[in-house]
């Protein structure tokens, strides 16, 4: 059998050596590239796999097409994945259909998802395991080919039980490997309703509640105990880690965290007390509870808990699914400079590498659809989350309908119900086109009719998409007190907006398209004379207005509806096209550029194709962001085309490297 392994931590080593051990053809292995963070006390997949002479990889995006055509060209029989981080997408499962493996330290369908062994510990669980189960786009749900139980005993720590684990997992392959190589493994269908699913776990989660009974907290101790970061609490101001605790049984008239004694170190509990057996200041070394109470000038009666500092109100926090895009990039901005905490999560980080290192701005990369359960983790820790994740150029409504609506509507939709199940309040981006073929002179909010074309008409599946979420989140604001705002954002522009690259293919905004054409020297494409009127808005003005929803405290803007245009700004995508030659006839660097190549009026069922349809005006009313936020946009037109073209000019000649005297595209010294 020739497989591919993609592995990390002792487990994904241990998976290695059972399939050499087994004669199992390993390929390639794919991993990840060590984190220094972690301390580098498991074994390393790559060193193990290179000792072999296995090629290895460590990409950033296993899920890429590149990567998946590499795979499909190495003609694995098998994919396999042990504590690889992150998830494996159906394209590269359609690789080896049907044999693709997952090994998974749970007895699957308990404790799906994240940290299987440090959740096992932390709920007190007296056994666990070790599962052998079929790959799913879906995580952790696949049926199963084997596994093996391990007992939890009293004393175990996270790494002590890990060391377990790994030896049965050596064991269970051992056994499973073979069988499935002779073709006559079983499998058996997971018991959803058995289900239970975690999330990942952070170092902030080991923060000791003293209300909590001495039992949860001394699972909590061993759960993170070391080498991982550790369970630990503070000392007026000063952080302190605990590693080994005990439970000391007994009714103590005082309050939960209070210090009982010194020799040993005994604290109070909700119920019972913990002795502090060993810990360590953060900037301290290893000690025994007695002598970490010396050093820390810590007395009877003392209470321990949150220090004065870290008990002072914290910085709000928000979640921006889509950080990387337009809204997003800017948003996040205006965030930061207003001193809140940034979670952000997008398929690459090219509009806010220049918030990369910030104070309190948090970027991973990760895709909603499949990084799920870091999703609903951070929905759960954050104040306030904005889905800004969605397909919105009207190309690829009419090339790709049903991926529309799988990102657009399902993806969101788990999203939301992430918000109702958690609690926290969600600002939605609507769009402008929900109103569709409204005839209405201005669009309102609340009155306005929502009038959609044809159902042959495939560019109306993102305006159904987004209407009908706009309508489930307004119904479980009503049945479930969901905390929303929508908001419809109206034709935003600015720097960053899309890529040329994007515009290449088609699948950007129009004045993209528009200022791409003059890159290039092409004929500017008016889709129907460029006779249909926008009302365009300025991308500082838009995120100022969204930020007022956000620091809205006071809930003002909660249940509403909030256009975010300029009604002012109305202007034919053929007026704009003549700003945007104005302006950029205008620009220092215009000598790099090609001649002005005129413009060009096309049909827009030949440019966008046969589902495509439009509407000739799209005018905003903006009372409700008057009334709730007391916002008014006043930058025209002019001024925002003149910021976008500049920008763009700017940032497509760095990224050439042109020199200052030769047009775009004559080599220097030519």
């Given amino acids: 059998m020739k497989a591919v392994l993609f592995a990390y931590h002792e487990v994904g080593a241990a998976a290695l050596d059972a399939m050499l051990r087994n004669k199992i053809d390993v390929v390639a292995v794919f991993t990840h590239r060590d984190d220094p963070s972690e301390g580098g006390w498991f074994r390393s997949v790559a060193m193990a796999a290179a000792k072999h002479g296995i090629p290895v990889h460590a990409p950033a995006d296993v899920n890429h097409p590149i990567w998946i055509e590499r795979v499909r060209d190495m003609g694995p029989d098998a994919l396999v994945s042990a504590h690889y981080r992150k998830m494996i997408g159906s394209d590269m499962l359609d690789v080896c259909p049907n044999h693709c493996y997952n090994i998974h330290a749970s007895m699957l369908p308990k404790y799906r998802g994240r940290c299987p062994i440090n959740w096992a510990l932390v709920n007190g669980e007296t056994e666990t395991g070790v599962t052998l189960h079929h790959m799913t786009v879906a995580a952790d749900a696949g049926d199963i080919v084997a596994q093996q139980s391990v007992v939890i ?245 009419v090339r790709n309908p049903i991926r529309v609506f799988e990102l657009d509507f399902e993806q969101n939709l788990q999203i939301v119900r992430d918000c109702v199940k958690y609690n926290r309040r969600i600002i939605f981006p609507s769009t402008s086109e929900v109103y569709g073929m409204c005839s209405d002179e201005f669009f309102d909010e609340d009155s306005s009719s929502l009038v959609l074309g044809p159902i042959n008409k495939q560019r109306w599946i993102y305006s159904c998409s987004k209407q009908l979420l706009d309508r489930v989140i307004w119904a479980y604001g009503v049945r479930d007190k969901l905390d929303f705002t929508l908001f419809r954002p109206f034709n935003w522009i600015g720097p960053r907006l899309d890529s040329l690259d994007a515009a290449r293919i088609g699948s950007s905004r129009a004045i993209t398209q528009l200022i791409l054409n003059l890159v290039e020297g092409t004929p500017i494409q008016l889709v129907d004379g460029g006779e249909q009127k926008r009302c365009f808005t300025d991308v500082t003005e838009g995120v100022d207005c969204l930020f007022r929803m956000i620091d809205d405290v006071d809930g003002a803007s909660t249940g509403e509806v909030i256009n975010i245009g300029n009604p002012d700004n109305e202007a034919s995508i053929k007026e704009l096209a003549e700003m945007i030659v104005a302006r950029f006839d205008q620009h220092p660097l215009r000598h790099r550029f090609p001649p002005f190549a005129g413009y060009r009026v096309v049909e827009s069922g030949k440019y966008y194709g046969k589902g495509y349809q439009d509407v000739q005006h799209r005018r905003p009313s903006i009372e409700n962001a008057g009334r709730v936020l007391n916002w008014k946009p006043s930058i025209t037109t002019e001024e925002s085309v003149a910021r976008t073209v500049d920008w763009f000019i700017e940032d497509h000649v760095r990224s050439i490297g042109a020199d200052c005297t030769s047009p775009v595209g004559t080599p220097t010294g030519a």
């Fill in 153 to 397: 005993d009293d004393d175990d720590t996270a790494a002590s039980l890990t060391a377990r684990i790994v030896e049965a997992t050596g064991s269970m392959l051992d056994t499973s490997l073979p069988l499935l190589v002779s073709g006559t493994a079983t499998r058996t269908a997971q018991d959803s309703s058995a289900a239970t699913t975690f999330p990942g776990r952070c170092p902030e989660d080991g923060c000791i509640d003293w209300s909590d009974d001495a039992a949860t907290i001394h699972n909590l101790v061993r759960a993170v105990a070391h080498p991982w970061p550790g369970a630990f609490t503070f000392a007026g101001e000063r952080k302190v880690l605990v590693w080994e605790s005990t439970v000391v049984p007994g009714a103590f008239e005082v309050a939960e965290g209070t210090v009982l004694s010194l020799a040993p170190l005994t604290v109070a509990c909700g119920k019972d007390a913990i002795q502090i057996d060993a810990g360590q200041a953060e900037d301290g070394v290893w000690s025994t509870g007695e002598h970490l109470a010396e050093e820390l000038n810590i007395v009877d009666g003392m209470r321990l808990g949150k220090s004065a500092t870290l008990g002072a109100p914290r910085k709000r926090s928000v979640l921006i699914l889509g950080v990387n895009g337009f809204i997003g990039s800017h948003l996040s901005e205006k965030l930061l400079a207003n001193d809140y905490e940034v979670y952000g999560l997008d398929l690459r980080s090219t509009n806010v590498s220049h918030l990369m290192g910030r104070p309190g701005f948090h970027y991973v990369e990760g895709d909603i659809s499949i990084n799920r359960e870091w999703v609903e983790y951070h929905v759960r820790k954050c104040d306030v989350i904005l889905p800004l994740v969605a397909i919105a150029t009207p190309i690829e409504y």
